[in-house]
């Protein structure tokens, strides 16, 4: 009975000392941007879940991908019916690392954030710059990059290729306070 309570008091101890390092967004930002020729497309998304462990160097990120808004209404239906498919895969998902991250150092630190983006379905790995801020004991991490339509496998028909770039931009921003579960 002893050593089943010693075990208890182990895991509660080890789960409450990783819970003290969590930070999350409830409310991160992710923008994508595709520029042709013919027209512009850009999407905003203002409901996006990351969580971070500042000494274990860790994120993930998740989003609905039904949650973008568009300038046309035409261009989120083909974007959810056509090209992600979202009845089929409703979310995108990053997980990953930041290189060389100083939790104990206050102000920018800009490193290299390496990891798996999942989207439709297909995880292929990503690496990219980010801007960490940490003030006021929250850390504010914000960057871009790009990602390649055909990676994942995001069919255009012929007749509309002109209309979409071969890459997407993507740029985001996520204000990471202590969860509150922890205070």
């Not at 020729?37 to 905003?44: D, H, K, L, Q, R």
């Not at 060389?100 to 790995?125: H, M, S, V, Y």
């Amino acid at each position: 009975m002893n050593k089943l309570l010693l075990l208890l008091f182990t895991i509660y101890g080890v789960s409450l000392a990783n819970a003290q390092d969590q930070y999350i967004t409830r409310q991160g930002e992710v923008t994508f941007f595709s520029y042709t020729s013919v027209e512009n497309i850009e999407a905003t998304n203002n409901q996006v879940l990351s969580i971070f462990y500042p000494s274990s160097q860790k994120i993930g990120v998740q989003f609905l991908m039904r949650a973008f808004t568009f300038e046309k209404s035409l261009m989120y239906e083909h974007f959810n019916e056509s090209y992600i498919e979202s009845d089929l895969y409703p979310k995108a998902i990053f997980e990953g690392e930041i290189i060389d991250f100083d939790p104990t150092q206050d102000g920018e630190q800009t490193r290299i954030i390496k990891g798996n983006f999942n989207l439709k379905g297909i995880a292929r790995p990503i690496e990219f710059k980010a801007l960490i801020l940490k003030s006021n004991g929250e850390y504010t991490i914000s960057g871009r990059l790009e990602i390649l339509i055909k990676d994942y496998e995001i069919k255009v028909p012929p007749i509309l290729s002109p209309n979409i770039a071969k890459n997407i931009q993507i740029s985001f921003k996520f204000q990471h306070v202590i969860n509150d579960n922890q205070k």
